[in-house]
């Protein structure tokens, strides 16, 4: 961070202006809105500038960014190979089928369940996949 500091010639803090280059120099073209709204959604310490954020705030969530980027790579990997038709979905028959020829026995009824729970008319789409996959807490 002491190249920033020598650079924008002050402490850690990113001005909204200097985040706009960042984020411009990373390919990213950001509206003021959605400056705003990055800003707004960092914590902040005590007595710190509502408009300012910290160069340990923007990469924390620069890097939950890329991790979350990631993820949704690693899931939409893992839903192509359950929607062996594709067609966006995830069907009982689908998962049933890639389940047994991965030798795991699964109870159809338990995969049935998990179907009605997560998706719409008998099927997954991929968001509904990845919500399902990042909070498998909501699955009974």
């Not at 985040?19 to 005590?46: C, Y």
């Not at 500038?49 to 960014?65: P, Y």
């Not at 359950?82 to 991965?102: C, E, N, Q, W, Y």
């Not at 997560?118 to 990042?134: E, H, K, N, P, W």
Request: glycine residues 8%; proline residues 2%; aromatic residues 8%.
């Amino acid at each position: 961070s002491s190249g920033i500091n020598a650079e924008y010639g002050h402490d850690d803090r990113i001005a909204p202006k200097e985040l706009d280059s960042i984020l411009r120099a990373l390919g990213i073209n950001a509206t003021e809105a959605d400056l705003i709204e990055f800003i707004g959604e960092l914590p902040k310490e005590e007595g710190q500038d509502k408009d300012c954020v910290t160069f340990e705030q923007f990469s924390g969530k620069v890097k939950a960014n890329l991790d979350l980027a990631n993820e949704t790579d690693t899931l939409q990997g893992a839903f192509n190979a359950f929607d062996h038709t594709a067609d966006g979905f995830l069907t009982v028959s689908k998962i049933r089928s890639v389940m047994s020829s991965l030798g795991i026995s699964f109870p159809e009824s338990d995969i049935q369940m998990i179907v009605n729970q997560v998706g719409t008319d008998g099927r997954i789409s991929f968001d509904q996949f990845q919500t399902l996959m990042l909070n498998t807490d909501d699955i009974a």
